[in-house]
């Protein structure tokens, strides 16, 4: 029995929509040359598929809370995430900014040593926690990845120690927003004007200043000429040399 032309038509669109349903969404990814899956050639990238699921959330979701079970690791694809600690008198104390392409959840005992919050809208990859220990014993340059971002984090944990001990408000302020178009760089996004997704009061509590003292300051470098502010979700680093001046204690 032969078959219509619009039926001919129909069999190949089903055939097709049917190969997309086994296409990877790694196959198109615009973080993955920055990401933890860097290393991998595509048949190890097809085996850390197989454990990965696709999460998105909303701003101000909860990923994790400290001492929570530390059950999953993640990705992130689109958005930002800031980790934060509370302190026992219920001060918090935010401990990072993370972009597309960094890895969180990475835990040395079985619960989060920190709280993790999405700033603005989040697309995750997640893996399972005793899921990925086991691929990592089978792709060592997977587990090397990995050991390579931790080192990056200890760097800025190291990083954000000298911004509270030893700089002033406009010296933390200037460090912060070189080291957010560093990162930007990094990932192949625009550093100028700068993305500046967190608030005023997360800012605040990264550098360990008041909301008024960085409102305060972020005015005064507007002011000197050394940024401008087109809106409060970005900032344009209109003087960098004065920038990295202030930013090492000029």
Do not use: W
């Not at 929509?17 to 615009?30: G, I, K, T, V």
């Not at 200043?209 to 000429?225: A, C, M, N, P, Y």
């Amino acid at each position: 029995m032969s078959t219509s032309p619009r039926g001919q038509e129909a069999a190949r669109t089903t055939t097709a929509d049917r190969l997309r349903a086994f296409e990877s969404p790694c196959d198109d990814c615009a973080i993955r040359e920055t990401s933890v899956c860097e290393v991998l050639d595509p048949a190890q990238l097809a085996r850390l598929r197989t454990i990965t699921t696709v999460v998105r959330l909303d701003p101000h979701s909860t990923l994790f809370q400290e001492g929570e079970a530390a059950e999953h690791l993640s990705n992130v694809v689109e958005g930002a995430v800031k980790l934060y600690k509370l302190l026992p008198d219920g001060r918090r104390q935010i401990t990072g900014f993370l972009f597309p392409g960094d890895f969180l959840g990475v835990a040395l005992n079985k619960t989060y040593a920190y709280s993790a919050e999405a700033i603005t809208k989040l697309r995750l990859c997640r893996f399972p926690r005793q899921r990925m220990e086991n691929l990592l014993k089978e792709l060592p340059n997977l587990e090397h990845r990995l050991l390579e971002m931790a080192g990056n984090e200890l760097v800025a944990a190291q990083d954000q120690m000298l911004l509270l001990g030893r700089k002033t408000a406009r010296e933390r302020l200037a460090s912060f927003l070189l080291m957010l178009a560093r990162r930007a760089r990094a990932r192949g996004q625009p550093e100028n004007p700068l993305p500046l997704p967190m608030s005023r009061a997360d800012i605040a509590d990264y550098l360990g200043l008041t909301i008024e003292t960085v409102s305060r300051t972020f005015t005064q470098l507007r002011k000197d000429g050394t940024i401008a502010l087109p809106e409060q979700t970005r900032v344009e680093l209109v003087n960098r040399a004065k920038l990295e001046e202030l930013a090492e204690g000029g």
